[in-house]
């Protein structure tokens, strides 16, 4: 009889674990995302001659800043599903310098100026001298 049961609950067992879209499990597994995203506006932002704090504040700290490179910085972007880990996303952006300003850029993104986005109106703020200033 405990043979009978133990064989019942290991068949209800497997049946319920199986998923519909062919996995054994109904775990959620999350999305995974590791490094720098990148996107094709940031890049368009960069141009020759900026410096390092500028590309910094535009693309943020680089994922790979090797001090035997350092006038190379790498950006790595790994995106990969909870739902299917085949479908995994890579980008790979490298920022070359030369004495502290931007020289060009390699890798997966386009410098494209056709996905740039549209420059804003500038602005031009005076402000008045200290002596002009009421005391």
């Not at 931007?102 to 100026?113: H, I, K, P």
Request: hydrophobic fraction near 45%.
């Amino acid at each position: 009889m405990k043979r009978l049961l133990v064989v019942i609950f290991s068949a209800l067992l497997i049946a319920c674990s199986s998923n519909p879209e062919g996995g054994t499990s109904l775990v959620y597994r999350i999305d995974v995302r590791q490094g720098n995203m990148v996107t094709q506006d940031m890049v368009a932002q960069l141009k020759p001659g900026l410096t390092k704090d500028q590309v910094r504040f535009i693309l943020g700290t680089p994922l790979v800043a090797d001090m035997f490179h350092a006038d190379r910085w790498d950006y790595l972007y790994r995106f990969r599903p909870g739902r299917d880990y085949s479908e995994v996303e890579q980008r790979h952006l490298v920022v070359f310098f030369e004495q502290g300003k931007l020289l060009r850029v390699g890798g997966d993104v386009n410098t494209s100026d056709a996905a740039a986005p549209a420059k804003p109106a500038s602005r031009v703020i005076e402000i008045a001298p200290a002596s002009d200033v009421a005391n």
